[in-house]
């Protein structure tokens, strides 16, 4: 089944509240001026981006359930820090990049900045997936696009939301929807979308589970799933796996018969 605010299927709903849970226990880590001053390229992070006013910080302070944790600036475009926030005890990371596409910034500067980002997407090993925020009401522009080039060159999955979905009626969204998604066939760009309102919080949990996924929160179901067997041997673990696949596959089953609905 869909929820009517996205393309991401809700089958793994569970998962999404509870990557979700995991996700609101941010914190903020520290700034960085430039890329070579970054954390430790270790564990996982998940990078935003998007232009200037896109709603970055107000989808992270949404998806964190924190009024203030990602505050927006007043002179966007000016100060080019990369914030970083961690997530839980784990090695899991959160990054704030700084808005592009701000007209009154210097081109000298937004060419540095641009060379450091391309080299940040496609070097950095820890970044296992871009978050790439656009405004719902003009999708997709020159940038955008340069971005999601780069991400595709170093093989980096990216999740595309279209903020502030609020602003249109459902059915011009959901063509937006439908036109962003098509757009991106045209180009060749491979990338999961899915409509966004950090005004009305929808989208979080879907947002949450893409996430979650990139930063192998699921891995904590299958320990509990290879504890629950490492009690079992011979013909019997071999029984409890095949029971257990075949009720996996009758959920999926299920949930595939209630999409066709
Ligand atoms: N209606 C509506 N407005 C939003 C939404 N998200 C953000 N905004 C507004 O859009 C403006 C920019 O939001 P920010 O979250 O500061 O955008 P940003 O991408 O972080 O901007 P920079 O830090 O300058 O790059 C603010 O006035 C927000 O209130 C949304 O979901 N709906
Ligand atoms: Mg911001």
């Known amino acids: 089944m869909n929820t009517p605010f996205t393309d991401v299927a809700a089958e793994h709903a569970v998962f999404n509240t509870k990557s979700r849970q995991k996700i609101q226990q941010t914190e903020f880590m520290m700034s960085a001026p430039t890329?070579?001053?970054?954390?430790?390229?270790?564990?996982?992070?998940?990078?935003?981006?998007?232009?200037?006013?896109?709603?970055?910080?107000?989808?992270?302070?949404?998806?964190?359930?924190?009024?203030?944790?990602?505050?927006?600036?007043?002179?966007?475009?000016?100060?080019?820090?990369?914030?970083?926030?961690?997530?839980?005890?784990?090695?899991?990371?959160?990054?704030?990049?700084?808005?592009?596409?701000?007209?009154?910034?210097?081109?000298?500067?937004?060419?540095?900045?641009?060379?450091?980002?391309?080299e940040y997407l496609v070097s950095r090993s820890s970044l296992a997936g871009l978050v790439l925020m656009t405004d719902i009401r003009h999708p997709l522009k020159f940038f955008d696009e340069q971005m999601l080039r780069w991400a595709n060159d170093g093989e980096l999955p990216v999740h595309i939301l279209l903020t502030k979905a609020d602003k249109l009626?459902?059915?011009?969204?959901?063509?937006?929807?439908?036109?962003?998604?098509?757009?991106?066939?045209?180009?060749?760009?491979?990338?999961t979308i899915q409509l966004f309102s950090a005004l009305r919080k929808e989208g979080l949990d879907e947002l949450a589970g893409i996430m979650g996924n990139w930063y192998e929160y699921q891995l904590d179901a299958d320990k509990i799933i290879e504890s629950s067997f490492a009690l079992l041997e011979g013909e019997e673990l071999e029984d409890a796996i095949e029971k257990d696949s075949a009720e996996k596959d009758s959920a999926q089953k299920e949930g595939a018969q209630n999409e066709s609905k």
């Open 35 to 118: 890329f070579r001053l970054c954390p430790p390229d270790m564990g996982l992070e998940v990078a935003f981006a998007g232009r200037s006013n896109a709603g970055k910080s107000s989808a992270i302070n949404a998806l964190t359930n924190q009024r203030q944790l990602a505050r927006s600036s007043k002179t966007p475009g000016r100060t080019q820090m990369i914030n970083f926030f961690s997530i839980g005890d784990a090695d899991r990371r959160l990054v704030d990049l700084p808005g592009y596409g701000y007209a009154a910034v210097p081109l000298e500067m937004k060419k540095e900045w641009q060379v450091e980002l391309e």
């Open 169 to 191: 009626k459902y059915g011009a969204s959901k063509n937006a929807l439908l036109n962003t998604r098509k757009r991106l066939k045209e180009l060749g760009l491979n990338c």
